[in-house]
């Protein structure tokens, strides 16, 4: 990881980073009387990279104070005055909360808070009560936030100033960004099971080191939910470090997720965010032939349809047992064979098989094949312009049907036609074995 590129703000470089019709809306904002804060990730991703983030959260405050149903009752005007005056996308969210669509960017207005966890341990993600307070201070605030460079904001002054936008930074954040070091806001760190795959994911994110113990972790409530929802920004190399940890701190695990260990010998490196169905096309076609039973418990936890890890399997299977195939091949066996003949044609009955399984999965994320198995990617590939977007010939089929009692060829008789259509091909019929 490269140094900062920026240690402190200046106003007039930050400024400009904002798209007009953004800043526009901060300043609607500020015109109905409130303060604004930015935080989060946005902070650090700005003395990082100097560059402005896509999702931009805010703390919302007001010079005057004000008992919580009547900021409740003001956060529902300022919504309603942006969307209805200013005609801006508001979506009004739970504990005071409006998010704000404008161009690519997405504004989380939000209200100062603190979150306090009561009863007894080990808690889930959400087992706190929140304590809305749009009095307290940043350090108060700042507090519920993971580490310390999570816990930096910069606030929102006079638009034009000099001084316009000036950096709060409680927990000293910006020294802890500079070292390359996660370090936990509080103890309540630890209460949260996500925040364990939350440190493993920045320390792959950003190779900083974890000031912390990871041992003081509780995942007994830790869901499957959220498990891929982190894991999947960098999967495999993320539940290593996972199930890795989890094992030398003897740390308690949610009995669901230890079905999901295979995981851990799982060698592919980076490969970026992926989606569950990639993870399936991978764990698929792994070199280390991993068990179908193991990539069915995948598929239960993941939220998959529960018949793709079959299909895939079997897809997997029939790309391999047609691999011999290409368009010369197919076209000298339609051209000397009849009609009949290869209604029982091995290969025949084998590409249907695979086009109905093309069909029923569409297959729209195989491209990940690419990266790891280019063999079977490039076999993909060939079928996938074989079968087209649609079944040809179905004129031909209708008519080739009446010759054929048998129902169940009927299936076969639908793809022998549409390879006739595909290869501009007529159909060799049994009384005439030269047709063209």
């Known amino acids: 990881m490269e140094d900062l590129k920026l240690d402190k703000i200046s106003s007039k470089d930050f400024r400009s980073l904002f798209p ?3 800043y526009e809306l901060i300043i609607q904002i500020s015109r109905q009387g409130f303060g604004l804060t930015l935080v989060g990730g946005a902070v650090r991703d700005y003395f990082l990279n100097a560059t402005l983030s896509k999702d931009l959260d805010f703390e919302l405050r007001h010079s005057f104070e004000y008992d919580e149903s009547e900021w409740a009752q003001l956060v529902k005007r300022l919504g309603n005055t942006l969307s209805n005056k200013h ?3 508001v979506e009004f969210l739970p504990f005071n909360i409006l998010k704000i669509k404008q161009g690519n960017y997405e504004l989380e207005i ?3 808070r603190k979150e306090v966890y009561s009863g007894k341990a080990p808690y889930g993600h959400s087992d706190f009560e929140v304590d809305i307070n749009p009095s307290l201070d940043y350090p108060e605030s700042f507090l519920r936030r993971d580490f310390t460079l999570n816990a930096m904001g910069i606030i929102f002054g006079a638009p034009g100033a000099s001084d316009e936008f000036t950096l709060v930074d409680p927990f000293n954040g910006m020294k802890d960004l500079k070292a390359k070091v996660l370090k936990p806001c509080s103890e309540d760190f ?4 996500v925040r364990f795959l939350r440190t493993l994911r920045f320390q792959d994110r950003f190779g900083f080191d974890f000031d912390g113990d990871l041992s003081k972790f509780n995942l007994t409530f830790l869901t499957k939910h959220y498990f891929f929802q982190e894991c999947l920004h960098n999967f495999f190399p993320l539940v290593r470090s996972f199930f890795h940890l989890v094992s030398k701190e003897k740390i308690s695990l949610n009995t669901d997720l230890h079905e999901l260990v295979f995981l851990r010998d799982i060698d592919f490196e980076k490969l970026g965010e992926l989606t569950r169905t990639e993870v399936l096309i991978l764990l698929t076609f792994n070199k280390k032939n991993i068990p179908l039973k193991d990539r069915e418990v995948f598929v239960k ?4 349809k529960s018949s793709q890890a079959g299909d895939y399997d079997r897809f997997k299977e029939l790309l391999f047992k047609l691999k011999h195939l290409n368009d010369q091949r197919i076209v000298r066996r339609l ?3 009849n009609f009949i003949e290869l209604l029982d044609d091995e290969d025949l009955i084998h590409l249907k098989a695979l086009h109905s399984i093309y069909n029923k999965q569409r297959f729209k994320q195989i491209e990940i094949l690419s990266k790891v198995d280019m063999e079977a990617f490039t076999l993909y590939s060939y079928f996938n312009n074989l079968f087209g977007d649609e079944t040809k010939g179905k004129t031909v089929a209708a008519k080739l049907m009446k010759l054929v009692p048998q129902n169940e060829k009927r ?4 793809m022998y036609c549409h390879l006739l259509v595909h290869f501009n091909l007529r159909p060799v019929l049994p009384e005439s074995r030269f047709g063209n």
């Open 301 to 304: 936890f993941s939220g998959l």
């Open 20 to 22: 007009e019709d953004v």
């Open 411 to 414: 299936a076969v008789i639908t």
């Open 335 to 337: 051209r000397t064979k």
């Open 87 to 89: 005609s801006y996308s």
């Open 190 to 193: 630890y209460l949260d099971p």
């Open 110 to 112: 939000s209200t100062p």
